[in-house]
Structure formats: C-alpha cells, structure tokens
C-alpha cells in the first residue's frame, strides 16, 4: 500500500505560483511514477505531469509546458509540482497518484491516489 497526501493548494492571482506537494508513504517506491492530475468541475479528472521516483523522467501535458516543474526528493518521500504564471484554467483539485512499472498519463492506469488539494487562479 501506499498512501498520499498533498498540501498546498490555496488561491492565487493570475501570473502568480505555487508549489504542490505530496508526501508518500507505505512501500518502497522506486519502482513507481508518480503524477499529478487535476480536475476542474464539470470536467474529467486530466493528467498534468509525471516523474519516475528512479530515473527522474519527466512528461507534461502540452497546457503545463513551460510553466509547471515536476520534481522529486527522495530522502523526503516528496513530490513535488512547482507551478508558474498561473491561468485562471489552472483552477482544479490538483491530485497526487502514484503508479508502479512504467510511465503513464490515463488516470485508469495509477493505484494510488491523495485526496486532492485546491488551487484556485483568480482573474
């Protein structure tokens, strides 16, 4: 098992940042990919980013690219997603998951998830 909990969503005007994290715990994790995801209401839940807690790959959703950085501290068991010059589309419930074996952006394929942390871009 693995549990997930992510912290620090908030509300924040556009162009503005902030920093998602999510601290892991449960089993070894060096086999896993953890991503983040976000879903807006009235919407499907989207894949935002992933990492490999091994190899340190990363991917992005086209949206993100150059404005959110993913990144990983393994001694902390941490996650992280760093987020710049925010939009008001980025309002979401941002959600931490993690999978193990190889990389993937479909929710349906990540076993464990948190239980999501608000981020809210103002106009």
């Known amino acids: 098992q693995v549990q997930l909990v992510e912290s620090g969503g908030g509300l924040v005007q556009a162009g503005g940042s902030l920093t998602l994290s999510c601290a892991a715990s449960?089993?070894?994790?060096?086999?896993?990919?953890m991503g983040w995801f976000r879903q807006a209401p009235g919407k499907e839940r989207e894949f935002v980013s992933v990492i490999s807690w091994s190899s340190g790959t990363t991917r992005y959703v086209d949206s993100v690219k150059g404005r959110f950085t993913i990144s990983r501290d393994n001694a902390k068991k941490s996650v992280y997603l760093q987020m710049n010059i925010l939009k008001p589309e980025d309002t979401a419930v941002y959600y931490c998951a993690a999978k193990w074996g190889g990389l993937a952006t479909k929710a349906t394929d990540y076993e464990y998830w948190g239980q999501g942390t608000q981020v809210t871009v103002s106009s």
């Open positions: 449960g089993r070894t994790l060096s086999n896993y990919y």
